[in-house]
């Protein structure tokens, strides 16, 4: 298994800009989640999703949309990229059902600068 | 509003040393508390987590303990050794709910040889 995948791994927009982060993962896994990571801040809830064709807004929803069309994919979208959004981005997934399987696996991050 | 509240920011101690990482919540409908480790450059991954009915969880050399009524829990790693080198964060969420984790702001720790 390839687990919780991200790409890309970089990227530098301009503001204004639009892109799409995509994650992808193959352990069939119901919830998918995004988080932004930023110094002294931790990490922070954007959107998630608890299956396909259902998404909800986390801490930090604002300039960011989500869709999940397939279990597998959770793609997430900078509608107008703003300098406020520069920041690590971290795609986890979560099996929740039974007892002690409740944890988040998270991909290698894609680090976004916007300018 | 931070609704997790982790310190130190930064630690340091020797190898063998046993360093000690604390954080405290509000929410009181919280009942899952774990800790995730990240190294640079990588996701965070799952260390060790713990529910409110019971007051310690050990894990090798990780050991989380909890105490319910001040609404607080730490991470302590026993024996540390550089390869524990990394940052560490705590998070609280509720049980049923764990894919809507609420994060600490983080613990860089360095184990010197």
């Known amino acids: 298994n390839a687990g919780v995948t991200q790409t890309p791994k970089f990227q530098v927009l301009k503001t204004g800009q639009s892109m799409t982060l995509q994650c992808a993962q193959d352990?069939?896994?119901?919830?998918m989640s995004w988080y932004r990571q930023d110094p002294g801040m931790g990490l922070r809830l954007i959107h998630y999703?608890?299956?396909?064709?259902?998404?909800d807004q986390g801490e930090v929803p604002n300039g960011y949309n989500v869709s999940r069309s397939t279990t597998e994919d959770f793609p997430l979208r900078l509608l107008s990229a703003a300098p406020s959004q520069t920041s690590v981005y971290f795609c986890?997934?979560?099996?929740?059902?039974?007892?002690?399987?409740?944890?988040?696996?998270f991909g290698p991050g894609t680090r976004l600068t916007v300018t | 509003q931070q609704q997790v509240k982790q310190s130190p920011q930064s630690l340091i101690v020797q190898k063998g040393g046993i360093p000690i990482i604390n954080c405290a919540y509000e929410n009181t409908a919280f009942d899952y508390f774990p800790w995730y480790q990240q190294f640079p450059g990588k996701g965070p991954a799952l260390l060790i987590a713990i529910r409110p009915d019971v007051s310690e969880k050990k894990e090798g050399r990780f050991t989380i303990s909890f105490n319910k009524s001040a609404k607080q829990f730490s991470l302590h790693i026993m024996d540390s050794q550089p390869g524990d080198s990394a940052t560490y964060f705590c998070?609280?969420?509720?049980?049923?709910?764990?894919?809507?984790?609420?994060f600490g702001t983080g613990t860089l720790l360095a184990v010197q040889p």
């Open positions: 986890a997934s979560s099996y929740t059902g039974l007892a002690g399987t409740d944890e988040q696996y």
């Open positions: 352990m069939n896994h119901e919830y």
């Open positions: 999703s608890v299956g396909a064709g259902i998404t």
């Open positions: 998070a609280a969420s509720i049980w049923g709910a764990t894919n809507k984790l609420i």
